[in-house]
């Protein structure tokens, strides 16, 4: 089908120039190399150059062909020649082409797979999808860096933001069906697999700088999906201008956000920046239709509809809120589909005074054409507030939530915005595990029956560990029964893949275990947190793979001399039974079922413990010292290994690095 899209276009696109080489045809309907899209002499493999060269006559503004232009001057315009349209088709027919076939593999792996595998599956996907996603940001940095530079011709360098906006929407669309995925996965087995839902968030909002509405519309025209004129600047960031021959015209802006991360500018100035950045040539009003506040990263980002006689619009704006300076816009503008029963001008709503935030109280004026609008009725969700003023003003109250929609009607006229009182929070996020996170259980007899829930499910596969001492895993129904402590409170750690929670218990009179706040986490892949707990240290390995083994101190203080209980485990965090032990290179045996064994440490200044099992091993070193314990907590909270520390950790890392 894809084939058949391609070889569409290409005798679309020979029909209008006149006529296209076979051997086009030939290298699209096979996937032809497209590599080398950007250069002068970058026609896909199989078409001849200067069959391609000579078809860009005719497609040229003020004399300057898209990849065939010199120089890089500002305000001149360019149109994409034939030779860049079918190197385009291809590259990013190509890219959709993998991305079908990886959709494919992914939804047969998922369908195969019981649900703590779909949780890895999808975790390893999402992860290769954030890389992907970070190099395509990073591949439009450096063409425009290039372009800076004058080493890319203006049509070059359009033709680049044009190919990586295809693979940026490629890339998007592959994280929709990973999200799709998760939404079957039980929470806790996509913490434990290490699925990051805020850093695919992240990437994928990276991904709008690449997709925005000028790199949308280039890569229209260079797709031949459309056909038009386009301007390109760089100033510290990226401006396109994009007008295409039926009306449609688009603009954007990407720079680099300025400022500190604070607010220093009110919301009503950072709104009128950004209506002054709108296009003023329209026909019609430019009405405001949400409003967000980043408290994250420090910005406000406002959405605007144009309506107008003859054309529609929308834009949105982004603005610094430390200095007040805009650094994302994208703007659409479009001839108007008449519609008789759509002349009414929609009613503009603005705040103009106060901040919208949870239960502050701020004032809302209402306008038409530019004009204040007397007596229309405002709503705020479902509950009428009143009606405006001469000025067409009213002072409102807004509710104590996450966001807010405000209606207003006069007659057949009416309106709405949409603004965002708080974002959401990784603590927010957490607050919403834990309600669905559950651990309890019971004491009798001198043995805790303990049961771990997710959802009402049993969770399979925990690692539990009481007062610092690890006792068992749970089984397929979530449960684990293992003695009591000898105190009537005791705190467990709760630890699968990356998902780790602490709980402090206290016995009840019935033998009921009383659980206190659940603290939600996840384990720092640069450090082993099982080191963190014990004295011993911590491989320090920030690249850990599945031969890689853990070598922790379980229980006892390591000191010349001292029986200490050693634990070991693989790259999921689960005991290895059988692995054997030597410490200071003679041999102590092999662990048990939990991992564990009892070792006498030397009467030595330091101590190296290696653990073996089948081809996969793992050592711990150990210096005694007044200072054991800070230089070894320093070093898991860098993941770093230096030649000073007084534990020297991650020797497996230097020798591959080797």
Excluded: C
């Amino acid at each position: 089908m894809r084939g058949t899209r391609i070889l569409t276009v290409l005798v679309a696109l020979g029909l209008v120039v006149g006529a296209v080489p076979g051997a086009a045809l030939a290298s699209a309907t096979t996937g032809g190399d497209a590599t080398g899209i950007g250069s002068n002499s970058a026609a896909p493999s199989g078409i001849d150059a200067s069959a391609v060269s000579a078809q860009t006559d005719g497609n040229t503004t003020n004399g300057n062909a898209s990849g065939t232009d010199d120089g890089n001057a500002t305000g001149e315009v360019s149109r994409a020649t034939v030779g860049q349209q079918l190197a385009t088709i291809i590259a990013v027919t190509d890219d959709e082409v993998s991305s079908d076939v990886e959709a494919s593999s992914l939804d047969a792996a998922l369908e195969e797979a019981n649900e703590s595998e779909r949780a890895t599956i999808l975790a390893e996907r999402s992860a290769s999808l954030r890389e992907r996603a970070d190099e395509i940001v990073a591949d439009q940095r450096d063409a425009r860096v290039a372009y800076e530079d004058g080493e890319l011709a203006r049509g070059e360098f359009a033709q680049r933001i044009a190919v990586l906006a295809g693979q940026a929407r490629t890339v998007d669309r592959g994280f929709e069906r990973v999200a799709d995925g998760a939404d079957g996965v039980s929470g806790i087995e996509l913490r434990a697999a290490g699925y990051d839902r805020p850093a695919n968030a992240d990437a994928r909002e990276r991904l709008t700088r690449v997709t925005g509405t000028g790199a949308s519309a280039l890569l229209a025209q260079y797709t031949a999906e459309s056909a038009g004129e386009f301007s390109l600047e760089v100033d510290g960031g990226v401006s396109i201008e994009v007008e295409s021959d039926d009306g449609e015209r688009s603009r954007e802006i990407e720079r680099e956000q300025p400022g500190n991360g604070t607010f220093e500018v009110t919301q009503s100035e950072a709104l009128t920046a950004a209506t002054a950045q709108l296009s003023t040539d329209a026909d019609g009003e430019w009405t405001l239709r949400s409003v967000d506040r980043d408290e994250d990263d420090g910005y406000y980002e406002f959405e605007f509809a144009l309506f107008g006689p003859e054309t529609t619009g929308e834009a949105e704006v982004s603005v610094d809120g430390q200095t007040g300076e805009i650094f994302e816009f994208e703007e659409e503008i479009e001839p108007r589909e008449r519609d008789d029963g759509d002349d009414e001008t929609p009613l503009s709503i603005a705040i103009v005074d106060g901040t919208a935030e949870a239960g502050a109280t701020v004032t809302l004026r209402v306008t038409a054409a530019g004009e204040p609008v007397e007596g229309a009725t405002v709503e705020l969700g479902d509950r009428t507030v009143g009606t405006t003023d001469a000025d067409g003003r009213i002072e409102v109250t807004l509710p104590d939530d996450d966001e807010v929609e405000i209606e207003v009607e006069d007659g057949d006229r009416d309106g709405e915005l949409e603004i965002t009182l708080r974002s959401e929070t990784d603590e927010d996020r957490d607050d919403d595990f834990a309600e669905r996170f559950s651990v309890g259980g019971s004491v009798e007899n001198g043995t805790v029956d303990l049961s771990v829930t997710y959802d009402g499910e049993g969770v399979d596969g925990v690692s539990v560990s009481v007062d610092g001492d690890r006792v068992g895993t749970t089984g397929p129904d979530g449960t684990l029964s293992f003695d009591a402590p000898a105190a009537d409170d005791f705190e467990a750690e709760l630890v699968k893949g990356a998902f780790e929670a602490e709980i402090e218990f206290e016995v009840g009179s019935d033998g009921t275990l009383g659980a206190g706040d659940v603290h939600v986490g996840e384990r720092d892949d640069e450090s082993d947190d099982d080191a963190d707990d014990a004295e011993g240290g911590d491989d320090g390995d920030d690249d850990r793979d599945e031969d890689d083994l853990s070598v922790a101190v379980a229980s006892g203080e390591p000191a010349p001399g001292a029986a200490v209980t050693v634990e070991v485990t693989d790259a999921a965090g689960e005991p290895v039974e059988g692995a054997t032990v030597e410490v200071g290179g003679e041999s102590a045996g092999t662990t048990d079922a939990d991992g564990r064994i009892e070792v006498t440490l030397p009467d030595d200044d330091e101590v190296e413990i290696e653990v073996e099992d089948g081809d996969r091993g793992g050592e711990l070193e150990i210096e005694f010292g007044a200072n054991d314990d800070e230089s070894d907590e320093a070093e898991n909270e860098s993941g770093e290994d230096d030649d000073d520390d007084e534990t020297e950790d991650g020797d497996d890392d230097e020798e591959e690095d080797e």
